[in-house]
Structure formats: C-alpha cells, structure tokens
C-alpha cells in the first residue's frame, strides 16, 4: 500500500490556504512592540511612570530629555505604535500594513544602532517585515477601523511631542509654561489653529517650535479625516448612486459566474471559509443570493465585465452556468481578463461537453454527473471508491480501463 502523498500535499496546501495567517502576523508584531518596550516597561514597573519618564514640571521634562530622554521617549511611542497598528493588522487594513512596515523599519533602525545587545530584536524585526512583504496580499482591505487607528496614533504621537516640547521651551513663552496641562493646553489650541492669544512665545527658537506644530497639527488632522470619514462618505454615495455598498477593492477574491443549486451552495460554503466571492448574474434575471452579497449584474462571458468584477486580481473563476457553451466562453473571456495567477474553473453539466469544455484550457473542469454515475456504478458493483477515484472524476479525468 503506498502513501498517498499527493492526497496529504493537497490537503497541506487547503490548511496552509484556510489559516488566518494574518492573526499570527499581527500576534508577531505586537510581540515585537512589546520586545522593544521591555527595558522601559521594567524600569516604569520599579520605579513608576513619572520617576522614569521625570514628569513633574518644566525643569524636570528638560533634564529629561537632556539627558537622553528623547530615546526613551521614541522608544516608547514605536513600541505602542507598533502593538496600535497590530491591531489593525487584525483587519487585514491595507493602510496598518504600511505603517506596520515603516515602524518595522524604524524599530529596526533604533535595535542596529544600539548594538549587539539587540541583535536578537533587530534579527526578529527583519524577519517579521520579511514576513509582512510575503504575505502583502492577505492585507488589502479598506478598514473604517484601522483608519481610526492610524488617526489616533497620529494625534497621540503630535500631542507628545507638543507637550514634551512646550515643556521643554517653558521659560521662552509668555506667560512661562510649567506644568503638562498648561502645555497640553497650549498644544491643543496651536494644533487646531484656534490661537485665543493667552499664550505666546517670545522667542525664535520657540516661535518656530509653535510653527511646527501648527503645520503638523493641520496636516495630522486632514489626513484623519480623510481616513476615517472618507470611507463613510464614500459608501454613503456608493449606496445612493448603486442602492448597494459594492466593494470598490477586489482583490484576491473568488469570482463565481451562476445561479443554480451547486453556485449557490458552493458560495455559502465558500463564505462560511472566510473567502471574499463576487458573483456575477445576468443582467434580465433574479438571484438567489443574499442582500449582502457582492452581486454584478452582467455577462459574465464579456471581457469587460470580468475586469469590473477584478479578475485581473482574483484567485479563481469559477463557470458554474447551467449552460455549458456559456462555461466555455466565460473560460475564454477568463482567459483574457484574468491575471497571471488566476485559476479558471469550469462545470460541465454533461459529460458529452467534457472533451469540448477541455479544448478552451481551463485550470480545472469539474463533472459531477461523471462523479455520480461513476460512484452509484461501482457501489452497486460492489468495486471500491478511494479518494483518487473521486478526485479524477470530480475534476472530469478520464477513468482508466481496469486491466
């Protein structure tokens, strides 16, 4: 008896395609955020947060940062910014993708210029960006949630470095600034450009500090909003214009042309999986499908329609009309308007059309009337049905003769 390899390879490949593997990548990260905090966080565990961090006035903030505080301080908005973004990774955001990769980048920068002992971290932190650009396709979603993230941490970040620096240059407003709330006041009125006058510097150094963080403060909050009420604008007028909330991002998704018994069922079983599917049904009929569907109305023979509904960027399409001439030119117009790693697949309702299905190349061509007859044939013959038997038939293989 051999091994069944292929069967165990096959079933491999499934689980390796069924795994979330961006919960492991975004578990990783914040791992990794936490890794680059650690002497921080045991130094605030010993000796308390505003011991560590010297937080009790103006003079206390500059020995602070004179004293090499600024590294603590970046230390500890990476780490956090890191273990934010994680959290967006959660989501497969497109956006905590990339500013994962540029603090990846930066975590990285700090761990080689401090030395060997932080080899480890900066060997870990490569590794894991290696990671993040591999597995880039798994993280193409616009989400509302990782865009409130990122604006979040834009602002967390800008207020900590106004505070810090309004601290920092107290003695150079007028009147002097000597404690968090004032600075934190101050900063907030600077970064919305509300400027009430009560508070101003008199000097270059400090006039120019206040002109920083009115132009981050502007640019900080325009691109907030653009992140968080963008996409809630953007789908309000989608469903206005479409009265639906199509999915304006197709990407690595699953495109399913039909609407009989075995497309509507193999959809519900392909979304209990987590895959994103987009079906396309005739313009002049009904569907079955649900009202949250990703649902284009069109010929799915056409070129064009196949691009609008992303075939250039999905990983299969999958010709299940009940009219096998319609399978046929829906592989064609696959053939055109798929990408490079777009697999088409193709249903034959007769096992008359397998040869003629074939000769239009699809990746694959699946006949469940040769499955059926075949297994009911050798059940009442009492012959044996092994999985490769089945696989060949499923995938509308020819049966060898038995010798």
């Not at 937080?55 to 970046?74: P, T, W």
């Not at 006041?185 to 970064?191: D, T």
């Not at 508070?199 to 325009?222: E, M, Q, Y």
């Not at 018994?261 to 979304?271: E, I, Q, V």
């Amino acid at each position: 008896m051999r091994f069944p390899f292929h069967s165990v390879l096959a079933r491999g490949a499934r689980l390796m395609h069924r795994f979330p593997w961006h919960w492991l990548i975004a578990v990783l990260v914040a791992l990794d955020g936490y890794l680059f905090m650690r002497p921080l966080w045991q130094a605030i565990g010993s000796q308390g947060l505003l011991q560590t961090l010297q937080i009790h006035d103006g003079a206390g903030i500059a020995a602070f940062l004179d004293s090499g505080g600024i590294a603590q301080l970046s230390r500890l908005m990476l780490g956090l910014g890191v273990q934010v973004m994680a959290i967006g990774l959660l989501y497969r955001a497109r956006i905590a993708w990339t500013i994962t990769l540029l603090l990846l980048a930066a975590v990285g920068t700090v761990s080689l210029w401090h030395g060997r002992g932080h080899l480890g971290l900066l060997v870990y932190t490569v590794v894991l960006a290696g990671a993040l650009i591999g597995y880039w396709r798994r993280f193409d979603r616009a989400s509302l949630t990782a865009g409130g993230l990122f604006a979040a941490l834009s602002v967390a970040s800008l207020l900590v470095y106004a505070v810090f620096g309004v601290l920092y240059l107290g003695e150079e407003f007028s009147p002097p600034v000597r404690d968090p709330v004032t600075a934190l006041y101050f900063s907030i009125v600077s970064m919305s450009t509300v400027g009430y006058g009560d508070i101003g510097p008199k000097t270059d150094a400090a006039r120019l500090f206040t002109i920083s963080i009115i132009i981050l403060g502007i640019t900080v909050f325009a691109t907030s909003i653009s992140a968080v009420v963008g996409p809630l604008i953007g789908g309000n007028i989608r469903r206005l214009m479409h009265g639906r909330n199509p999915r304006s991002m197709r990407k690595n998704h699953i495109i399913l042309a039909g609407v009989g018994p075995l497309a509507l069922s193999l959809y519900g079983a392909l979304r209990q999986r987590g895959h994103e599917v987009t079906v396309i049904v005739p313009s002049a009929e009904g569907h079955p499908y649900p009202a949250d569907a990703d649902v284009l109305a069109g010929d799915a023979s056409e070129t064009g329609v196949l691009l609008q509904a992303g075939a250039a960027h999905a990983q299969y399409v999958l010709a299940l009309r009940q009219d096998d001439a319609e399978n046929a030119f829906i592989v064609m117009a696959g053939r055109e308007a798929g990408g490079p790693d777009t697999k088409l697949v193709a249903l034959a309702n007769s096992s008359q059309h397998l040869a003629k299905i074939r000769r239009v190349n699809p990746d694959i061509v699946i006949s469940p009337q040769a499955l059926g007859s075949e297994i009911l044939a050798r059940t009442l013959s009492g012959e044996p049905i092994d999985e490769a038997l089945i696989t060949r038939l499923l995938f509308g293989e020819k049966t060898p003769d038995p010798a």
